[in-house]
């Protein structure tokens, strides 16, 4: 079951390294709301406190002002959580498979669901492979196999194609897309890509830099199939850069 | 020959053969060479009192090796893991850590008495300080990006436990239960010098005082190779398969 998202953070402070008690303010006021079912990226320039906002969302950081809701007032433990982290984090010491299964709950890990995946990401070969032994783009497949076949019923992504070669991107891109049509999760995919998402997203969120803040809110509302990539290019000139540059003075 | 090939087989040959040498420059009587040595192995096998010392100490040295890894893994995971409880105990285990095992024996006799309570707690607590030192270490090292992993993925205890901890606290493990296994071997057969009448320790002071050398090198030939078959027996196929998933 997808799930819809509001997100409230007025405040979150890092401890500044070096100096005592000092405390760095990263974001600051910002709130959004996901629906059910929709695709959102997340952009803004790095270090801007993106990966912070997921991990706040996840619940691994619990320490900010501000609060987390899911549709219906759900716990966060009543959603399925997918996060694909920037790095695979898929540990070492288990194979690709066993990876796969150790995520999904035990009662709804289904053999099929994953054989597929594996089959769709190219990784078919590699079920009882230990990690050590993949590339970098076969170990991002798998911890995308790994969030998909728990079902999530929110999927939080951290630039998960970065770092891999244009093809493989535009793959796993695709893959990403028949995923989500088929089982229609609610994404939150945080990118400094706007090329790419403006290629993916229902909607994109413009935030701008220390401590961050919502700068701007793109609707993008062409059907997928239809955009290519000269639309693309044409669309980020036309709604996106005029922003960039205020992202970048803000 | 593929035998002949073996740098193994050489080495031991050659150190045979420095045995004999010092058995000619020492005499036979302080310094028994390889065969008659063999012979008193082979004669205190067969006549069972051999095995029944090496059984009482190989008992002693499994307690206290079990308790004390228990021990250790609790104290060093939770001092890995909790910052201010391992400034405050810190100094407590540098302390223990440095006590010589000599102090902590006599004192466990003279505090509980001569009895096998006593002897066991004694190498037990010579090694916990041991094995807490190199836990918090690999507590120290876990990383915390499979600790949020199993967080967001909902792990739970045993899952995490079993599937991210104890994976991460291995090598030390295996790296503590090493060096455990020598120390407390050693160290079992001082409390049975001090305190018991049974083990090997015992046997070893009475050899010492009939100056029955030959027998001396026997029992020490013996647990030597009890040791060795523990190593290829248990230790290394432990070490292998915890291997198995590196490049």
Known sequence: MSAALHVEVNEKRFAESGSDGAHKQVIADLAFGVAAGEFVCICGPSGCGKTTLLNIVAGLDADFRGEVRFSDDQAREAVELGYVFQNPRLLPWRTVEENVRLASPADSYDPALVGELMKVAGLAGERHSYPEKLSVGMSRRAALVRAFAMRPGVLLMDEPFVSLDAPTATRLRRLLLDIWAQRRTTVLFVTHDTHEAVELADRILLLSGSPTRLFHEIPVTLPRAERDGVWIERFRREHLLQHLDGVAQS | ?247
Do not use: C
């Not at chain 2, 050659?14 to 005499?27: I, R, V």
């Not at chain 2, 008193?40 to 067969?46: F, H, I, Q």
């Not at chain 2, 001569?114 to 507590?139: D, H, S, T």
């Open chain 2, 1 to 247: 020959m593929k035998l002949l090939r073996q740098p193994t087989l050489w080495s031991m040959l050659l150190f045979l053969l420095f045995w004999q040498l010092g058995t000619l420059a020492l005499g036979a009587m302080r310094l028994p060479g390889p065969v008659m040595v063999m012979r008193t192995l082979v004669d205190a096998t067969a006549s069972g009192e051999l095995l029944y010392h090496l059984g009482i100490t190989l008992a002693r040295v499994g307690a206290a090796f079990v308790l004390a890894m228990l021990l250790g893994s609790a104290i060093g995971i939770l001092l890995g893991r909790r910052k201010r409880v391992d400034r405050f105990f810190n100094s407590w285990l540098i302390t223990l850590l440095n006590i010589p095992a000599l102090v902590i024996i006599i004192l466990s006799y003279v505090w509980f008495g001569l009895v096998e309570a006593a002897a066991i707690a004694a190498v037990v607590v010579n090694k916990v300080p041991n094995v807490a030192v190199i836990m918090r270490e690999g507590a120290r090292a876990m990383n915390r990006d499979y600790t949020e992993l199993a967080q967001v993925y909902r792990f739970g205890y045993w899952k995490t436990l079993r599937h991210v901890t104890l994976p991460q606290l291995y090598p030390y493990l295996m790296a503590s239960a090493r060096t455990g296994l020598s120390l407390i071997w050693k160290i079992v057969l001082v409390v049975e010098l001090l305190g018991r009448s049974n083990g090997m320790g015992f046997q070893l002071h009475l050899f010492f005082q009939l100056f029955d050398v030959a027998s001396i090198l026997a029992y020490t030939l013996a647990f030597v190779l009890v040791i060795q078959a523990i190593e290829l027996a248990v230790l290394r196929p432990l070490d292998s398969a915890a291997r198995r998933w590196r490049r």
